[in-house]
């Protein structure tokens, strides 16, 4: 497996600055750091890395193939494998990240998650089978 870091996530220039962009690096490493321990193994670490890097990269689709492509994969087995076959606990990973989330909100801290990010194309009402 290729282990050289994923470049980092592309964002608009005019409003991101190349320091917000290592601190956002920095403090994404760190989130790696914790759930580390959850994947008994160093290539099935670096794989969620690279996986998890891309999500939030200007990647044309967020599809296997181009998000392989951007962790710099040949091709999108291994992040295939990790999502679907590989033994790691997903739980203790959700339970760290919550930790994490809490701890950087604070006591009163709020998160609200919007999962409406797909724009809808057209004026046709969307069914369970269009995407």
Same mark, same amino acid.
């Given at each position: 497996?290729? =282990?050289?870091?994923?470049?980092?996530?592309?964002?608009?220039?005019?409003?991101?600055? %190349?320091?917000?962009?290592?601190?956002?690096?920095?403090? !994404?490493?760190?989130?790696?750091?914790?759930?580390?321990?959850?994947?008994?193994?160093?290539?099935?670490?670096?794989?969620?890395?690279?996986?998890?890097?891309?999500?939030?990269?200007?990647?044309?689709?967020?599809?296997?193939?181009?998000?392989?492509?951007?962790?710099?994969? =040949?091709?999108?087995?291994?992040?295939?494998?990790? !999502?679907?076959?590989?033994?790691?606990?997903?739980?203790?990973?959700?339970? $760290? @990240?919550?930790?994490?989330?809490?701890?950087? @909100?604070?006591? $009163?801290?709020?998160? &609200? &998650?919007?999962?409406?990010?797909? &724009?809808?194309?057209?004026?046709? %009402?969307?069914? %369970?089978?269009?995407?």
């Amino acid at each position: 497996m290729h =282990r050289s870091p994923c470049p980092p996530p592309s964002s608009n220039a005019a409003t991101t600055t %190349p320091g917000r962009r290592a601190s956002w690096a920095a403090e !994404l490493e760190s989130v790696f750091a914790r759930a580390a321990g959850r994947f008994g193994r160093a290539d099935l670490r670096w794989r969620m890395r690279g996986h998890v890097r891309g999500l939030p990269a200007q990647v044309g689709r967020k599809n296997g193939w181009q998000l392989a492509q951007y962790a710099r994969h =040949r091709d999108p087995a291994g992040l295939q494998h990790l !999502l679907d076959g590989a033994r790691w606990d997903a739980d203790a990973v959700r339970d $760290d @990240l919550r930790e994490y989330v809490g701890q950087q @909100l604070g006591p $009163d801290g709020v998160l &609200i &998650i919007d999962d409406t990010g797909f &724009i809808k194309k057209g004026t046709a %009402p969307r069914t %369970p089978s269009s995407p």
